[in-house]
């Protein structure tokens, strides 16, 4: 008796409501993404073998090349509540466009004085074209970098009941007195745990 032969048929399988759910999700990633600027300060790290992760919450950097000093804190309500609290004792006013536009601007080295006008500036690229970029000034007499630390400090302690973090970017070439002052300004508040930004020996920064 012969054997009934089953009748194969192809399988067809609906990837429609697969595309859309993948074009939802990577519109929103797009959308919501944020592009990292770059770095307005141009510095070369020195290298190391050792390897620790910097996190990305309740920390400050400050970069160090070619004689200034820029300075970069972590996430948006802190850098707004920061500028706030320098804009009260500089007796300075910002509008909250102004504020806003601060809370995505990442490192910056301009004195307090010509902040406003750095921020109102369009792009990235017409503030490093600007020349107001000269460094936070750091001297005894107008040691605006020390107001930036501790108001920062004071923010991410008000927000997020934490104590931030420091890290220090300096270039390899800088000289030991630039470093040196920056240090000097970070234990006259008691911060005498820091780390030092590197990349790996051998590899690209």
């Not at 690229?125 to 970098?145: C, F, H, M, V, Y």
Request: proline share 5%.
């Amino acid at each position: 008796m012969p054997r009934a032969k089953v009748q194969r048929k192809s399988t067809s399988i609906d990837m429609t409501a697969m595309c859309d759910v993948s074009f939802l999700l990577l519109t929103f990633f797009i959308l919501t993404a944020t592009a990292r600027q770059p770095d307005p300060l141009k510095i070369t790290i020195p290298s190391s073998t050792y390897k620790i992760p910097v996190p990305d919450v309740d920390i400050a950097k400050l970069s160090i090349g070619h004689g200034k000093v820029f300075y970069e804190v972590a996430g948006q309500d802190v850098k707004m509540a920061t500028l706030d609290k320098m804009a009260a004792q500089y007796k300075l006013e910002f509008t909250p466009t102004e504020r806003k536009r601060f809370g995505v601007i990442q490192s910056f080295g301009v004195p307090i004085q010509s902040l406003k006008q750095y921020i109102n500036l369009p792009d990235e690229a017409a503030r490093e074209k600007s020349g107001l970029a000269t460094g936070i000034p750091a001297d005894s007499t107008n040691n605006q970098l020390a107001d930036w630390i501790l108001n920062s400090r004071q923010a991410v302690a008000e927000l997020h009941s934490e104590a931030m973090r420091i890290s220090i970017r300096g270039d390899a070439e800088e000289e030991y007195p630039t470093v040196k002052k920056i240090v000097d300004i970070l234990q006259k508040q008691k911060i005498n745990k820091f780390s030092l930004i590197t990349s790996a020996e051998g590899g690209a920064q």
